[in-house]
């Protein structure tokens, strides 16, 4: 089994580190760690897997499944026994949430900020290709075509130090990795959409994970893997 470690976000104060258990039929947990430091993240981060991976080998796996169907009612002596007519499967639909603002048309000053956070830096177009390539998969400035994207780009820069070289400076967090391991805690836990809100609600007073910014979509991960270090310890002792 390969433990893989990576550095996932890094700001002022913070840093977020992932943690993945691969074998060969796959990734088998992952957990997130959240520091001052990347040590202190990285030590939280393996911590938790160890947490999850102890539960999975000490007691049952938690799986989706349906759920049980409720007892039949009672016949009365000499009345026919009728079929309970199928439950309608549950519509897990998410509430509609609002449209997002639309991106500005000028980001003149975006791209000049940037190119002051590079200078502040100190790095040169082929550092910054090697930075683009880690954190979005191409070397290139001009293929940042989302808004989105291009302030993730300028956040993360922001955040660094003075003198990080590319190779070892943190990334940007990337919305549809935290949307896919979302999904996969929720498989793994066997919620359905409804539990997942009512978490949702209790904690962020949101009915929708699309309402959740990137760090508090960080932080529901986080409260899935205790749920799910939890469901597995109890499992375990049961």
Known sequence: ????????????????????????????AMALGEGATAEEAEEKARSRLTAQLEAQTS???????RPQSSAAAPVAPGQPHAEQ?????????????????ADPEDWSS?????????????????QESTYLARAFGHGSRSRLTTYADLMAYLKALEALPAGTEPERAGVPLKR??????????????????GRGRQLLESKFGRSSRQQLSDSQLLEFNMLLEGELIAAGEAGAAG
């Not at 433990?3 to 074998?23: F, N, S």
């Not at 935290?178 to 359905?192: A, P, R």
């Open 85 to 101: 007519p199928a439950a309608p499967p549950e519509q897990a639909v998410e509430p509609p949430v609002q449209e997002p603002q």
């Open 110 to 126: 975006e791209l000049a900020n940037l190119d002051l956070q590079l200078q502040r830096l100190g790095w040169s177009r082929e």
């Open 1 to 28: 089994m390969l433990i893989e470690i990576e550095l996932v976000h890094a700001a002022t104060g913070q840093r977020v580190v992932r943690a993945r258990a691969i074998a060969a039929e796959g990734c088998l």
């Open 176 to 193: 549809s990795d935290l949307l896919g391991q979302c999904d996969q805690l929720l498989g793994q836990l066997g919620w359905d959409a």
């Open 59 to 65: 007691g049952q796996p938690r799986r989706p499944g």
